[in-house]
């Protein structure tokens, strides 16, 4: 790996903002808290597919991967990020490099591609993604994209994550780092006020942010910048300016919130949209944070008065739901931030959880677990298909909630299975994705099929009944 790379994920590892950090020597502290780099690391989801993932919802950006054709077809639109208003970020742009440029290099063939997009396409900016093959060769794409940002002039960020980097959450952090050592800071907003916030780690999957941004309108708060969700570059350059932010998955982005804090003094605190509890210590918080940065006190009057109007109707909504799901165990296996925030919204729907998965959870992550779930808090590191599919084949659940790569188990188990993760149709934040996440589990556990998969099939019935 280069220099730049290696000092880039060094920082990464520096975690001022982790508690146990803070209680260390200067010299241990920067050895960070995450597990270091092994061969291997990246089976599973590389270093580019985090960045990517984690980037691409930037809607009116052209994001450019420089790498051979089967790096952008792996990554692109992968997750449901809606979008208001442009559309380029569903464009798959590549440079698709050869066995020519590898002899050769393939800088020249990069700058080519970039300026066919600024005169094609004409974006407000330009994410470059260096990839494995390019890397390797030794390609300059910081001093490529210099140049192409100096002759076209507009923006041409370098993301540096060749996918043997590391692993997917390393590359969503190592995303991060390219938007703060190139956008964040470059641009002042047209206007400034006191309810500026910016929200963190937010992707806007299927459109959840839109269920959220309704509750912060009523409040008066105004989303300087969402990074990255239904993202506009220049909202996220200007984001230096809000008053607070909110850090909704810190495994994915918590680099930006402390990095903000450090160069422009700004507080953040970690929160969930998920659930009806959660959406309203939320709302609290951010209405508590302004407040503290300069905004009038009546922000948190307001925030109690839209908490008293919205709680009620959606636990209403939920009644009759409770009832038919009172007892029903789930199996959630899932990571970050949904491994706390999802089991306190689906205790508020009468479920008992029976696991929940913590492979990408933070310290603090736990901690909230054991917080929600107390005694009966059965927090699964790292469970083996084969154990999954025993659980559910035990029913010892009754539902499973995962990704996608899990559903397979669930459905050889014969047991209902739900997607939690960021494949999914159905958007669940807010008062209203509550209610939407609770009446899909409901349909998915009473559907009728799960009796005809169960039932026995004609060659596994009793000779008696067969005579019959």
């Not at 449901?80 to 050769?104: L, N, Q």
């Not at 949209?273 to 407040?291: E, Q």
């Not at 807010?430 to 559907?447: L, P, Q, R, W």
């Amino acid at each position: 790996m280069s220099a730049s790379l290696n000092a880039r994920i060094a920082q990464v590892f520096d975690e001022p903002g982790c508690d146990v950090n803070q209680a260390k020597g200067e010299k241990a502290r920067k050895k960070g808290c995450t597990k270091q780099l092994t061969p291997g690391a990246a089976a599973g989801g590389c270093a580019f597919d985090g960045a990517k993932i984690a980037l691409q919802p930037i809607a009116d950006v052209a994001h450019l991967v420089h790498g051979p054709i089967a790096c952008e077809g792996n990554s692109w639109d992968n997750r449901h990020s809606a979008s208001s208003g442009p559309k380029i970020y569903r464009t798959g742009f590549t440079t698709d490099i050869d066995e020519f440029d590898v002899v050769y290099g393939g800088e020249k063939r990069l700058f080519k591609a970039i300026r066919e997009i600024a005169e094609t396409v004409r974006p407000p900016a330009i994410f470059v993604y260096q990839t494995c093959v390019p890397a390797m060769i030794g390609d300059d794409i910081e001093a490529v994209c210099k140049r192409a940002s100096e002759r076209f002039g507009l923006p041409v960020v370098p993301v540096d994550v060749p996918g043997f980097a590391g692993p997917k959450n390393l590359g969503n952090k190592l995303g991060a780092e390219a938007l703060l050592d190139y956008v964040i800071g470059t641009v002042e907003p047209d206007v400034s006020t006191p309810y500026d916030i910016n929200i963190i780690g937010e992707y806007n999957l299927s459109g959840e942010l839109w269920q959220v941004k309704p509750l912060l309108d009523a409040l008066g708060v105004r989303v300087l910048a969402c990074i990255t969700g239904d993202g506009r570059y220049r909202e996220i350059a200007s984001a230096h300016r809000a008053k607070a932010n909110m850090m909704v998955c810190s495994k994915s982005m918590i680099n930006v919130a402390t990095r903000m804090q450090q160069r422009w003094g700004i507080p953040y605190f970690e929160g969930s949209f998920y659930g009806i509890a959660d959406m309203s210590r939320t709302l609290r918080d951010i209405a508590r944070l302004l407040v503290q940065t300069g905004a009038p006190a009546d922000i948190v009057d307001r925030a109690e008065a839209l908490i008293a109007a919205e709680e009620p109707r959606a636990y209403e909504r939920l009644r009759a739901y409770r009832e038919r799901l009172a007892g029903k165990r789930v199996l959630l296996i899932t990571g970050g931030v949904k491994s706390w925030s999802v089991v306190s919204a689906l205790q508020e729907a009468g479920l008992e959880i029976v696991g929940t998965s913590v492979k990408k959870s933070t310290k603090e992550d736990k901690q909230r677990i054991q917080e929600i779930m107390g005694d009966d808090a059965h927090m699964i590191e790292d469970l083996a298909p084969r154990e999954m599919y025993r659980m559910l084949r035990e029913a010892r659940a009754d539902i499973m909630l995962s990704g996608g790569r899990s559903q397979f188990v669930a459905l050889k188990a014969r047991m209902p299975w739900m997607d939690i993760n960021q494949e999914r149709h159905h958007a669940f934040a807010g008062y209203e994705g509550i209610v939407t996440m609770v009446a899909e589990i409901d349909k998915a556990i009473f559907n009728p099929v799960w009796q005809q998969v169960r039932a026995p099939a004609p060659w596994e019935a009793p000779a008696v009944a067969l005579a019959a």
